[in-house]
Structure formats: C-alpha cells, structure tokens
C-alpha cells in the first residue's frame, strides 16, 4: 500500500478497506478545534437542541470561533456603555461597588446568551 495511493483515493471519496483506513488515520491525525466559552456553550446548544442546522454549517470551527469573537465585541461594548450608566458608577463603599459589577457582568452575559449564543 502506497501512502500518496491511500490519500488520493480518500480525498476521491472512493471505497477504502480497513487497511487503508488505518494506514490514512496514521498519516492524517484529526485536527482539534478549541473555542472559548461561548463558541463551547454555542456548539453545545446546537448538537442538544438543533441538529439540522448543525449539519447544515459548512464550516463549524470557523462559525463557533465567530461567536467567540461576536460575544468578545459585544462584551467590550456593553462594558463601556453600562461602565458609564449612574447605576453602575462607583460608590466608595466595596461591597456596593462589588454588587453593582456583578450585576452589570450578569446583564452582559445574559444578552450574549440571548443574542449570539442561543439563537
């Protein structure tokens, strides 16, 4: 068994026998993808809840590396917007200044979730 024979007649899409399968898994190792927390939690909630639209994405790695990215501009934008709103400014007192961040992160994390996560 040649290895350029093996690799040409998989990337045809011809019938491989079970040596060949195992001599192509040899040459060609699986590349693993890794994705922030929202692509993880993304690419979770489409193989649970929506699998057509799973198999109907051409390229998942480059679709869940999107959402991480969406998510990170959307986090950044939220931020300095509600880092500005009077209900989220300093007090002086910490455990108020700890409660008000707390809140602003959990309004930004659910509108990433409702926005670019679980849609």
Do not use: C
């Not at 927390?37 to 590396?65: S, V």
């Amino acid at each position: 068994m040649n290895k350029d024979e093996v690799l040409r007649k998989a990337e045809l899409g011809e019938g491989l026998t079970v040596e060949e399968v195992k001599l192509y898994q040899s040459i060609v190792k699986p590349v693993k993808h890794v994705y922030g927390k929202y692509g993880t939690l993304a690419k979770k909630y489409i193989e649970e809840h929506n699998a057509a639209k799973f198999w109907t994405i051409e390229n998942i790695p480059e679709y869940l590396h999107g959402i991480d990215k969406a998510a990170e501009r959307l986090w950044e934008v939220m931020y300095e917007k509600l880092s500005n709103d009077p209900r989220y400014k300093r007090t002086g007192n910490y455990i108020e200044d700890v409660r008000r961040e707390n809140e602003k992160k959990q309004l930004i994390e659910e509108e990433i979730l409702n926005e670019i996560v679980y849609v």
